[in-house]
């Protein structure tokens, strides 16, 4: 018998790298949105507003910190890119000979 | 006392520490110490010439005239570098791999090394730029002008016209100075970009240096400037301090935009990078600088509206809130910061241009007057292209200048900064599109670029100066000849948007939507494909694809051009590596189409893609790119799939392989040991009758038997056995006359019931004895053979007497069945027993096997063997048929005349 606390899948860091990859996708999406939050309430700017900007600001620049300092270090490792897939390309040329 | 002579003073030192750093590191980087120089530290700062002398002294009257607004311009870059894992990173390795020397050049590279293409983005960015130029000759001029009449008293006016012009002059000799000193394969200017990171912490010490004085020296904390900011809010007019929603989303899209393709980011960002470490540091690093340059900016505006006098000008608040509280070293340091800003932009933007308008302009100019020239007359090239590089900087500072001049340096100019922003994003639908789609066609991107261009000259550029200028106040109200529909700040009718933004929406959703209709209508030539292919996969490659296959070229031509570009120890050393890769002494390598893409890609370093594309085809002939050569240029993941397919079928041979030979193994034991039980068996078989032959005829020799009865039955049992032993002697010949292939046919014509109806005749005694019964069905049997029918015969024997010896049923039964298949006899003889077990199935064949001893009596295991030998030699076979009812064996044998006896009678008569 299988001791059930056995881990089922081993290859953690690779997995993990690559969930560090779609944090950094997503990032630039959450600026957006935390950028474009001040449009939602109207009026004239007040400090509320200004030290709203400045603070999410900072918070999206230590987040990029954080995964930088991931993505830097293996992106010298790996020189060949370490794509979570392959894009299949769209058009192959042989294809549309 | 701060006097205009110590400004001028201090300036000049500065600029000559700003040469001897510029000199150092590129000291360093020729004896390739360039550890310290390609740090990410230094390529985060020096991507500040993003904040260039508008940013520094404008951002402030940006603040002080409509708010948080400015913090866009610093939002948009800042989503850039944070999102690097998209777009940066592909961007940063394409230009790399790609050997890009400017924005210019990865657009016409990317659309099959157009030089069409160049020219356009080329020109596109020479006209979005020079006013920009022109606003940093202006903003250094003014703040020159804030000493001067500040202190008028003392002071003596400066000429401002001349001041521009020295500002210009410096300008232009630093940057072919360090800009143009040595022709470096990638475009990399390490003394420039050092000298520019310097400036980088300058400005942002500057900045910050003012900031901290005005919130804790004369703000009075955080408290004072948000009393200030209430303040500033009440006396601001209606609607100057709420968020615009429409130019909020606008400018941050705008600035970002601009990131990627103002010709100065391009350089620092794409072209002066080594390597992707210094992006991912910078992908946090150069946010964090805007933050903290955009910090201070709110806090000076509002301090400096309340304090300062009415009237003065918000846009140098930096500068004059010092003076005004005579903070004369404050000021000094926040002059300093402008011209840092101001002369990092300019000094970048112009080696960017002279880059772009050598490269697309002037080389291909030059290289279209000596048409089908050869190498030799590349002799001056490289002094040629030097003295380009340096007449476009020249010429570019030259045109800023003039632009400033013409325009008089009014408030018009301050708005120039993103009007110059929106023309040079019309080049980001063809750098994305290029770099994400291979649909992007090169008609496409020129089509884009050119509509977008012009509506953004029509909407923005041209109404920007004035109404006294190109577009009348007439046509600007009314739309030219009357249409509305065409009024430049109303679009269509859309109206009420704010004039940037106005533009930016139409030229940029025009240039996209022309761009993708002409790219999706249009069929893209074979290098172009190529290319498309080349930078959509940059990250899934690990080396550049194979370049193109050519005629015979002789590399000594190619070494008299590369040694007149690259300097003739540059060149030498770089074909010798290359001679030394394909194995080779000397300098001259052989042209395989590998050598000559990485030629082009080292040329291309320096002449720009399109131009080292038409050099290299000049001297090689033919530029062709065939439909095989894109073939050739199969994608990695093609490459690994199809590598992946052929180890599984070389496994699965190797398996296949593996399970024959253990099979054949297997068979080799068995027949050891069956060897082992033929000895045993054949002397055994021998023993028993010689044995009893010579115990009775001892018996008759010592006249043991004087009955003549026992006399004649003893005499009977050795005759007997000495019959036995001849047979067994006698299968044993047999079977290896038939395995020698030395045996004799005889064919001729039977029916095949006749020969199972002798077969059973002569077996009828063993039949009888066990008490079988035979099924056949004689209709099946009238098939004619011509065979040795004879030798059947005896097959068919064996296999009869066989089934009735071995079958181990009660009530034994044998069925003989004929058949017809496929041109030939299926004779199948299937009794009612047990069967051979699996195991011994492959094995009953052989010599001496027989299943068991149980019912050995007669045969000595031969029968089959010898059976399976004459199916042989009668071009038919005999096999077991395992799933039958029970033990079921198949004769197969060819039918009519065509019998191959006829031509093996003369070899086998020789044998005889």
């Known amino acids: ?97 | 006392m701060l006097t205009f002579n110590t400004l001028v003073g201090v300036c000049f030192l500065y600029v000559i520490m700003l040469f001897l750093v510029a000199f150092v590191a590129d000291k360093r980087a020729r004896r390739s110490k360039v550890r310290f120089l390609s740090s990410p530290m230094i390529y985060t700062l020096s991507l500040s010439v993003f904040c260039t002398a508008w940013t520094f002294y404008g951002a402030v009257g940006y603040a002080a005239r409509s708010g948080l607004e400015f913090v866009t311009i610093y939002l948009g870059p800042t989503l850039v570098m944070i999102g690097w894992w998209w777009f940066l990173r592909k961007l940063v390795r394409v230009g790399r791999s790609q050997r890009v020397t400017s924005i210019a050049d990865l657009v016409s590279s990317r659309y099959g090394k157009s030089n069409l293409l160049g020219v356009l983005v080329t020109l596109i960015a020479v006209i979005g730029t020079t006013p920009y130029i022109a606003l940093q000759l202006q903003s250094v001029t003014l703040s020159f002008a804030v000493f001067a009449r500040d202190r008028s008293a003392g002071w003596v006016i400066p000429d401002l016209e001349q001041t521009a012009i020295w500002v210009a002059g410096g300008l232009a000799l630093f940057t072919i100075l360090f800009g143009t000193r040595n022709l470096d394969v990638n475009e990399r200017h390490h003394g420039v970009v050092t000298a520019i990171a310097v400036e980088a912490v300058v400005k942002l010490v500057a900045l910050m240096a003012v900031g901290i004085f005005v919130v804790w020296g004369i703000g009075g904390g955080p408290q004072g400037i948000s009393a200030a900011m209430e303040q500033a809010i009440q006396a601001a007019p209606e609607g100057a301090w709420s968020l615009q929603g429409g130019r909020w989303v606008g400018l941050t899209f705008l600035s970002a935009a601009a990131f990627l393709t103002l010709p100065r980011m391009f350089q620092v960002l794409v072209v002066e990078n080594v390597d992707e470490r210094q992006l991912a540091t910078a992908s946090w690093a150069f946010p964090l600088y805007l933050f903290l340059m955009s910090l201070f900016v709110i806090p000076i505006a509002v301090v400096g509206l309340a304090i300062l006098p009415k009237g003065e000008n918000p846009d140098l608040f930096v500068l004059t809130l010092p003076l005004y509280f005579e903070q004369d070293g404050l000021a000094m340091l926040a002059f300093l910061g402008g011209f840092s800003s101001a002369t990092s932009m300019v000094i970048v933007a112009s080696i960017a241009l002279a880059t772009m308008v050598s490269n697309h302009i002037i080389m291909p100019l030059w290289l279209s007057t000596r048409l089908g020239v050869d190498a030799s007359e590349y002799r001056d090239a490289r002094q040629i292209l030097l003295s380009a590089r340096r007449l476009s900087i020249v010429g570019i500072l030259a045109l800023g200048y003039f632009y400033y001049r013409i325009s008089g340096g009014g408030a018009a100019l301050a708005a120039i900064g993103l009007i110059s922003f929106a023309g040079v994003a019309q080049v980001l639908p063809a750098m994305a599109g290029g770099l994400f789609w291979r649909g992007a066609s090169r008609s496409g991107a020129v089509a884009g670029l050119i509509t977008g261009f012009a509506i953004w000259a029509y909407t923005l550029f041209l109404p920007s100066f004035g109404e006294a200028g190109v577009i009348s106040a007439s046509v600007l109200a009314d739309g030219p000849w009357g249409i509305a529909a065409l009024r430049p700040q109303a679009l269509f009718g859309v109206d009420g948007l704010d004039p940037v933004v106005h533009a930016l929406f139409w030229s940029l959703i025009l240039n996209c939507s022309v761009f993708v209709s002409v790219s999706l209508l249009s069929f893209p030539s074979p290098l172009e494909r190529l290319q498309a292919a080349q930078f959509v996969n940059v990250l899934d490659q690990s080396g550049p694809a194979r370049g193109r296959s050519f005629n015979a070229a002789t590399s000594e031509d190619l070494l008299v051009m590369a040694q007149e570009i690259m300097g003739s120890d540059q060149a030498q050393a770089w074909f010798q590596a290359q001679a030394e890769q394909q194995g080779k002494q000397g300098y001259l390598p052989d042209t395989t189409p590998d050598f000559i893409g990485r030629l082009e890609r080292e040329l291309s370093g320096l002449v720009g893609t399109a131009t080292a594309h038409a050099m290299i085809g000049q001297i090689l002939g033919g530029t062709t790119v065939s439909v095989d050569d894109l073939l050739a240029v199969a994608d990695e993941t093609q490459q690994m799939l199809e590598q992946t397919s052929q180890l599984e079928a070389k496994q699965l041979e190797l398996t296949t392989t593996a399970r024959q030979l253990s099979e054949v193994n297997e068979k080799l034991t068995q027949l050891s040991i069956q060897k082992d039980a033929f000895l045993s068996q054949i002397s055994h078989e021998l023993r028993t009758p010689m044995t009893s032959i010579r115990a009775f005829s001892e018996i008759l020799r010592d006249g043991g038997a004087n009955d003549p009865e026992a006399a004649a039955r003893h005499a009977s049992i050795i005759h007997d056995e000495s019959v036995r032993l001849t047979r067994l002697l006698d299968d044993l010949l047999d079977l290896s006359v038939l395995e020698n292939g030395q045996v004799q046919l005889y064919p001729r014509r039977e029916v095949m019931r006749d020969v199972l109806d002798r077969a059973i005749a002569a077996t009828s005694s063993v039949i009888d004895q066990e008490k079988m019964h035979i099924h056949r069905n004689r209709s099946d049997e009238g098939g004619a053979l011509y065979t040795d029918t004879d030798r059947l015969a005896q097959v068919f024997i064996n296999l009869i007497s066989n089934a009735a010896k071995y079958c181990d049923a009660k009530d034994k039964r044998l069925a003989i069945r004929v058949r017809q298949r496929g041109g030939r006899l299926q004779v199948d003889f299937v009794d009612n027993g047990s069967g051979v077990p699996l195991e011994s199935q492959s094995m009953i064949f052989e010599k001496f096997s027989r299943l068991s001893d149980q019912a050995a009596a007669g045969g000595a295991g031969l029968g089959l063997a010898i059976c399976r030998e004459i199916m042989d030699k009668l071009d038919g076979s005999i096999t077991y048929l395992p799933g039958q009812s029970g033990a079921a064996f198949r004769v197969t044998l060819p039918i009519g005349t065509q019998s191959p006896f006829g031509r093996r009678w003369p070899s086998d008569i020789n044998h005889l």
């Open chain 1, 1 to 97: 018998m299988r001791s059930p606390r056995e881990p089922l899948f081993l290859a953690r860091q690779s997995y993990r790298r690559r969930r560090i990859e779609d944090a950094a996708r997503l990032l630039p999406l959450l600026g957006v949105v935390l950028f474009l939050l001040p449009l939602m309430v109207g009026g004239v700017i007040g400090n509320v507003r200004l030290a709203y900007v400045f603070s999410s600001w900072f918070f999206l620049i230590l987040f990029a910190m954080l995964l930088a300092r991931h993505l830097g270090r293996d992106a010298e490792q790996q020189p060949t890119g370490a794509q979570s897939k392959p894009e299949v390309p769209t058009e192959a040329p042989t294809r549309t000979r």
